[in-house]
């Protein structure tokens, strides 16, 4: 292998150096420009911190079943009974409603019914009636009944009605094929008044076969002036008066 001649490598180490330094130029001159400095990134402003944000609302349970739910308790129970009027309310109808009543409970509940009504100042009050109990109009209230009842919308029997009238009190309780029987035709009309002028009503409802029956109510005691049932003239008694 033959040497380089001096002047042939000192042109050659020249030219390579002066390439060298046009290359690191360039690369210089590209790197000078420097790059966009990036910035970390900074939450919202209008956003809270995560610690400040609240948790959504726990949804809270009821504490216990609604009252509409709960059934009335015995003694209102007992009260409605009275206030649908009808019949005296006897122990064995409340019986049918209320198990298990007694006869001193029945009596004791009437007491503290009567009780709340003096101290309350009502216009009526529970009275004994034909061997149970009626709600009734004061003495000092019975005029304005009277007066709402009377004149041009009062109605008066006509002699079948009071037939059946008395039919109903005399053969209580009584359905309406036997008061057909008995009056000698048929007594719909009639026993709609009756019912209507609350002097009658259902005291048996229809079961099955066996037709509803019908009796006198404590509004036909009180027109009458009648005590209970019991105070009924007799029909041996009725027959001398005519």
């Avoid at 504490?63 to 019949?87: H, K, R, W």
């Amino acid at each position: 292998m033959t040497e380089m001649e001096p002047s042939t490598a000192t042109t050659a180490l020249e030219r390579s150096r002066k390439a060298a330094a046009k290359l690191g130029a360039a690369e210089w001159q590209v790197d000078a420009e420097p790059w966009p400095e990036v910035e970390p990134e900074t939450p919202p402003a209008d956003l809270p911190p995560k610690a400040e944000i609240e948790p959504p609302p726990r949804k809270l349970l009821p504490a216990s079943v609604p009252d509409a739910v709960a059934p009335p308790p015995p003694m209102s129970i007992l009260e409605a009974l009275l206030f649908v009027g009808g019949v005296p309310l006897t122990l064995s109808a409340l019986g049918q409603v209320l198990r298990g009543i007694t006869a001193e409970q029945f009596a004791e509940w009437i007491e503290i019914l009567n009780r709340k009504y003096r101290s309350q100042n009502r216009p009526y009050s529970i009275e004994p009636r034909d061997q149970g109990y009626v709600l009734s109009l004061k003495p000092a209230f019975r005029d304005i009944r009277d007066k709402l009842f009377s004149g041009p919308r009062e109605a008066r029997l006509s002699p079948a009605a009071l037939d059946v009238l008395s039919l109903i009190a005399y053969r209580r309780p009584i359905a309406k094929p036997e008061l057909d029987a008995l009056h000698g035709a048929d007594c719909a009309n009639p026993l709609r008044q009756l019912v209507r002028l609350g002097l009658v009503s259902v005291v048996r409802r229809a079961d099955g076969d066996k037709p509803a029956a019908y009796g006198p109510t404590a509004r036909f005691l009180e027109q009458f002036q009648l005590a209970s049932l019991d105070d009924l003239p007799q029909l041996g008694e009725a027959e001398q008066v005519a």
